[in-house]
């Protein structure tokens, strides 16, 4: 995938033109966004300019939203970049919250919206259920199953913390890890 500034829906205005060039320039001038091969729709709009397509990281987002604020002749800037921590983030909640997901450990992956699912589970229901739950996330655009279907069932385990071991020698004595 190369880095991607996609052309403006409309036709604009000769002003507006000049604006989306100077906006685009900005943003292949700064390399972390170019080399990590983001897509970025730029809309120009009557107050200001919206940013909307996927990156890889949320500094990377925050940062194209300050480039193109010191921009001038930018009124606002609408941000609505998605970056690959809020896709993980937002399937990792929701194989959280399904009671058919949950009780498993799974690793998520996301670039450009396109998620890997990762990890064992014991079933192909199980495996159904994740990729079904992570397709229905709507930051995500495709996932990929690398699921392993491990056949036995293996029960979480819960650590606890180390106990206080009682000095027996001196019960007035503060307790002190073991």
Do not use: C
């Not at 921590?85 to 937002?90: I, K, L």
């Amino acid at each position: 995938m190369t880095w991607v500034v996609r052309a403006p829906s409309r036709e604009l205005r000769k002003d507006d033109k000049k604006l989306y060039t100077r906006v685009r320039r900005v943003l292949w001038d700064y390399e972390p966004l170019r080399a990590s091969h983001a897509e970025i729709f730029i809309d120009i709009e009557p107050d200001g300019v919206q940013l909307r397509g996927r990156v890889r990281t949320l500094p990377q987002k925050i940062i194209a939203e300050m480039l193109v604020q010191r921009i001038s002749g930018v009124g606002a800037v609408t941000n609505a970049l998605i970056a690959d921590p809020e896709v993980v983030r937002a399937v990792a909640d929701a194989l959280a919250q399904d009671d058919r997901t949950a009780p498993y450990v799974l690793r998520v992956d996301s670039r450009h919206g396109i998620v890997t699912l990762l990890g064992e589970v014991p079933s192909d229901a199980v495996q159904s259920a994740a990729i079904e739950v992570a397709t229905q996330v709507p930051l995500v655009s495709s996932v990929r199953n690398q699921l392993v279907i491990s056949g036995a069932t293996r029960p979480a385990v819960a650590l606890s913390r180390p106990a206080l071991a009682a000095d027996v020698s001196n019960p007035d004595a503060t307790p002190v890890r073991a």
